[in-house]
């Protein structure tokens, strides 16, 4: 069985892609709630153990801590956007790309203006699913971006099922 389909690739997908991305396995996203809301935590008490009178050796410990965690996410903050603005930097212009793939039963074909790579089964790892994109990671850095609208369910399906017969992990996203 044999499926060709050609994906059309807009900023906004490209955006979903790379916020996939950075969220597998509770990865950083400055825009996270979960990221806000640690951040002003640790500012209340990071200013609660500032007005202590009586600081022992845990009270600056606690504000070491606090303190690297903001250094950390200051660091990584802007991290986050020179990556989405560099995924997004081929798009200059274009406004979209197109590229052909093709699901064989030995290969996964990714046909685009820069080039064509093929790439078997097993050279992916790692299958994220989520509800509008899939995710698909390999080694070495190589990786599919499926826009679930974009692909027939059986399509889909077939992709599934080629990517588990070589044992490759497949999780849910949110």
């Known amino acids: 069985m044999e499926y060709q389909v050609d ?4 900023p906004e997908i490209i955006r979903k892609a790379y916020r996939y991305e950075c969220w597998k396995d509770g990865g950083f996203e400055p825009t996270r709630l979960k990221e806000v809301i640690m951040t002003v935590i640790a500012v209340a008490f990071y200013i609660f153990l500032w007005m202590d009178d009586d600081k022992g050796w ?4 606690l504000i070491g801590i606090v303190t ?5 996410y200051i660091a990584l903050f802007p991290l986050y956007f020179v990556g ?11 406004g979209k790309l197109t590229a ?10 990714d046909e685009e203006e820069q080039g064509r790579v093929e790439l078997k089964w097993d050279a992916f790892e790692r ?5 509008d994109m899939w995710l698909v990671r390999g080694k070495g850095g190589t990786g599919l971006n499926l826009p679930v609208d974009q692909l ?3 399509c889909l399906a077939f992709i599934e099922q080629k990517l588990q017969a070589v044992g490759v992990t ?3 996203g949110k």
């Open 7 to 10: 994906i059309t690739f807009t």
């Open 58 to 61: 845990l009270s600056y410990l």
């Open 68 to 72: 690297l965690y903001f250094i950390v």
């Open 84 to 94: 989405l603005k560099s995924a997004l930097e081929e798009f200059k212009g274009k």
């Open 100 to 109: 052909r793939m093709q699901f064989t039963e030995d290969l996964a074909i």
């Open 127 to 131: 299958l994220m699913k989520y509800p």
């Open 152 to 154: 027939q369910p059986e």
């Open 170 to 172: 497949v999780t849910e």
